[in-house]
């Protein structure tokens, strides 16, 4: 049996987070997703940490499930297809800032725990190098091979993920303020990082032009600031539902089923460009005028591609053996609204969304692998060619640039060429 995991999200506690971020929206969205092993996110706020200690308790080894009363009242809130098992797993996201070799640099970085006792003592530490009751993602001042060796001291199974490492600004192999390598970055400790988050501009493909990342697990995690984004990037496991087991899989790679995901165009940061100017750029042509906007003269922002490109030691569309598989998927909410024609949004969409999902279950098997003919059978025809085209990669791609999001739609007929 295999099982999606998202290990990067935010609750309400976090910066520009929607209002309903609380545990029972997340575990609401979260079983209509398909999600069975969520990350708590924020679990260094003071406030959440409370919330997390009152209303979740004790699961498998290292896991916890929602009180009794609060899972029930989720539960009735869902069709009888989404009534899955969901546990929490308590993790983090901070943001580091220090100055190393004269450069100022920023990264995030994702943690993970095993028990509250350990994420306490976590807090503890982390407190000490910033104020954590201001941001559910705090800021810390604290070099990031600091910030790794508190975490392994924090307790057994305690590990760190590099988040969205490619993302200019805020990943470890950013251009502007992270470093070429993830060793060079942690230093001694690196060899106790065992897997680097792609991005929502990234995916696993891209990293595999690197061969320095041959030995981490490329995993992806939605990054949600709103319940409703849960699970639009994921990482599929075969492992028994604990956090050692979870833990070991990304380790070693033994029940690691790899990522499903969105189409790395439709993230902000794939291109270069300048987005006050309107201008984006292919890496080749960015790199042709010198990383300066055409328009302003002003730097561009490199985009993950051309960064990719930068390290890459191998052409593109290189796997490696070994490499495990990746799925790019479009919401369901965008491929109904792409069907009807009507914002995703809307009440028609949301309505045709949820009778999907009641009749044929949570939305990452309907978009992945329920067999095409089940989802015309249950009389949606149009959602059907939809997705079939998506899962053969037949899409138009509009990609993002300097923070504007790129769109992804399904391509219309294709004429096959005699
Ligand atoms: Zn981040
Ligand atoms: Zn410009």
Not at 123 to 140: I, K
Not at 376 to 404: H, N, S
């Amino acid at each position: 049996m295999s099982f999606y995991a998202d290990l990067h999200l935010h609750s309400r506690y976090a910066r520009a987070t929607s209002r309903n971020a609380n545990l029972v929206e997340l575990a609401w969205w979260a079983r209509r997703k398909g999600i069975t092993v969520l990350g708590t996110g924020d679990f260094t706020h003071p406030a959440w940490f409370e919330e997390l200690t009152e209303s979740l308790l004790p699961a498998e080894p290292g896991l916890f499930r929602l009180r009794e009363e609060l899972d029930r009242a989720v539960v009735e809130r869902l069709p009888r297809s989404c009534h899955g098992p969901l546990r929490f797993l308590l993790a983090v996201e901070v943001s580091t800032a220090f100055h190393r070799d004269g450069r100022a640099r920023r990264m995030h970085h994702l943690l993970y725990v095993p028990a509250l006792r350990a994420a306490a003592t976590l807090n503890d530490r982390l407190g000490r190098s910033g104020n954590l009751t201001e941001d559910g993602r705090p800021t810390l001042a604290m070099d990031a091979s600091d910030l790794l060796e508190a975490t392994l001291d924090s307790g057994d199974g305690a590990y760190l993920v590099p988040a969205h490492v490619w993302t200019p600004w805020v990943g470890v192999l950013s251009a502007t303020t992270g470093f070429d390598a993830i060793e060079d970055c942690y230093g001694d400790l690196a060899r106790h990082i065992f897997a680097v988050e792609t991005g929502l501009s990234a995916d696993p493909p891209m990293c595999r032009q690197v061969s320095a990342l041959d030995r981490f697990r490329i995993v992806s995690y939605s990054d949600a600031h709103a319940p409703s984004r849960l699970g639009r990037e994921a990482t599929e496991l075969a492992t028994e539902l604990d956090y050692f087991a979870i833990r070991h899989a990304l380790e070693s790679g033994e029940g690691f089923q790899g990522t499903v995901e969105l189409f790395p165009e439709a993230g902000r940061y794939h291109l270069s460009g300048h987005r006050r100017c309107g201008v984006r750029l292919e890496p080749a042509e960015a790199r042709r005028a010198r990383q300066r906007c055409p328009v302003c003269g002003k730097r561009l922002t490199m985009g993950v591609l051309q960064r990719v490109e930068d390290l890459a030691d191998r052409p593109a569309g290189a796997r490696p053996a070994g490499a495990a598989g990746c799925r790019n998927l479009l919401a369901l909410d965008d491929l109904v609204a792409g069907v009807t024609g009507l914002g995703p949004t809307s009440k028609t969409v949301r309505r045709t969304v949820d009778a999907l999902i009641e009749v044929l279950g949570p939305e990452l098997p309907i978009l992945e692998r329920l067999p095409l003919d089940a989802v015309e059978g249950a009389g949606f025809p149009e959602v059907a060619e939809a997705i079939g085209k998506v899962r053969r990669g037949q899409v138009v791609r509009d990609p993002g640039f300097d923070g504007q999001y790129g769109s992804v739609r399904p391509a219309a007929e294709v004429v096959s060429a005699r």
